[in-house]
């Protein structure tokens, strides 16, 4: 079994006044194994949020108490702060968030690696501990369909795809009078994060016990939020992972999602209020958003018609959009700017905000969310592959029709008051290809390449 320490970390451990206590080579290794735990914990959750390396996370005490021992804890942290491992932010609340931690500029620098655990004390708590988050997940219909079509994946292609798509693009500067290539430096983090999830899913490829899952660095236990909306490993693989990846035994992998998936709950939401509050001040505002979510183009339209929108990049116009939606109200320029396209809209909104505080917003949108996606996820057959990720639906090619008729049925259910009979569905659902296709494969690629050099060589 394996986790993750500092590079160097044992070294520095035998300096320390915890370390030159012990006695026997067993209590020692104990010491190191409950260090480099509390050290896993900080980055395998840094990885599962895609938080940069010295970010702040939580740690919950409850969990400290159970893996390390309810004094220990506190002396491993000590420990680690001594040592210029870890930082410590002792800000907390007993019913909203634990104590947060993060790695010091110090442990950063020098490196994460991954390391044995050597103690049998660990090893055992360690089998124990993933035996009962199975149990758990298991036990639950939703999570074990999660954990079981997890397993159905299989990586193809190689490392040097996700490497090449993550080093920085080289910049060409004059410097004496002759072009040098320079570059940015290698975000190391985010090769760490794709190396952990890359070799995981490898290790599974031939794997059928779901229980294995559970020790791999990138696992974490599957959850249902308040909201509905469901928390897994796969809901936060990287982009070019996921891309690596087919279904056991060589199928591509797409995915059927909602256009627009946050602003269209939103409108959708908005819609079926406006329909109950009806004013005759309201009627080209319903009209113009039931269009824009029927067509799929709510992004688009607000690009074409705001020259503050029309300055970003697709992503960023997307982020600021949600940003303006679920945040604070204040008055910024995108908020300003929605406002005077959807007033509308953007009155009921902040009326949500001002009554409920502005978390409302997102949890409105999640609980939405999970009323839609996740239970049409519960009703596709458990023979067939399927995974949810939030707003869209992972299946085979063969299944997505059924998958996007399933999501239209869910909306016309869901509301009845706004989308009727005559109101065709199918721009607001698409599918796309997540899997590599074979002849986009680096190996198909390189074989190309081979065989071509080969042909010139011969016919030259």
């Known amino acids: ?18 370390f030159k206590k012990l006695k026997t080579r067993e209590k020692k290794l104990l010491l190191l194994d409950r260090c480099n735990w509390y050290i896993s914990s900080i ?15 939580n740690l919950n ?70 035996q009962l988050n199975y149990d758990d997940s298991y036990s639950n219909p939703i ?8 397993l159905k994946l299989m990586v193809v292609e190689d490392e040097s795809y996700y490497m090449m798509n993550n080093l920085p693009e080289p910049k060409y500067v004059e410097f004496e009078n002759q072009i040098v290539a320079t570059s940015e430096q290698i975000n190391q983090f985010k090769l760490d994060r794709y190396n952990a999830y890359y070799s995981s899913f490898a290790d599974l490829n031939k794997v059928t016990d779901p229980k294995l899952l559970f020790d791999k660095p990138i696992f974490y236990n599957p959850s249902i939020a308040a909201s509905g909306r469901v928390y897994h490993t796969i809901a936060s693989i990287p982009k070019y992972i996921r891309e690596s990846m087919r279904v056991k035994p060589n199928e591509l992998i797409w995915e059927v999602d909602m256009c627009s ?9 908005w819609l079926s209020y406006a329909k109950k509050n009806f004013h005759k001040s309201m009627k080209d505002e319903y009209d113009l958003c039931l269009k824009l979510l029927l067509e799929g183009r709510i992004y688009q339209y607000v690009k074409d018609n705001s020259l503050f929108f029309q300055t970003l990049e697709y992503q960023k116009l997307k982020v600021s959009i949600l940003s303006v939606l679920n945040a604070e109200n204040k008055p910024t320029e995108p908020n300003k700017e929605l406002t005077r396209l959807f007033p509308n809209v953007m009155q009921w909104v902040n009326n949500i905000k001002k009554e409920s505080g502005y978390k409302r917003m997102s949890f409105i949108g999640q609980s939405t969310e999970a ?15 399927a995974l949810l990720i939030h707003d869209c ?40 290809l997540v ?19 080969f042909e010139e060589g011969i016919l030259n």
């Open 261 to 269: 998936a946050q602003p269209s709950i939103v409108f959708l939401e």
């Open 43 to 57: 980055v395998k959750q840094n990885i599962q949020e895609d938080k940069p390396y010295g970010s702040y996370v």
């Open 435 to 453: 899997s590599i296709p074979d002849d986009k494969l680096n190996s198909t690629q390189r074989e190309k390449y081979f065989k071509k050099t």
């Open 393 to 432: 639906i992972l299946v085979i090619k063969e299944d997505v029709e059924l998958v996007e008729k399933s999501l239209e049925n869910r909306i016309r259910e869901l509301y009845t008051d706004v989308i009727f009979s005559e109101h065709n569905l199918y721009k607001l659902f698409k599918a796309s």
């Open 371 to 385: 009323k839609i996606f996740v239970e049409v996820y519960k009703e596709i057959p458990n023979e067939k592959f």
């Open 143 to 150: 999570l074990k369909k999660i954990i079981d079509n997890t």
């Open 61 to 130: 005490s409850q969990l400290l108490k159970k893996y390390l021992g309810d004094r220990i804890y506190k002396d491993i942290q000590l420990c680690l702060v001594g040592l210029g491992i870890i930082i410590e932010n002792a800000k907390y609340s007993t019913t909203k968030f634990s104590k947060s931690f993060c790695l010091t500029p110090k442990a950063v620098k020098l490196g994460v690696v991954k390391t044995y655990i050597y103690s049998k004390k660990i090893i055992n708590k360690s089998k124990k501990a993933a």
């Open 1 to 18: 079994m394996k986790q993750y320490t500092i590079n160097g970390f044992a070294d520095l451990l035998v300096s320390s006044t915890q």
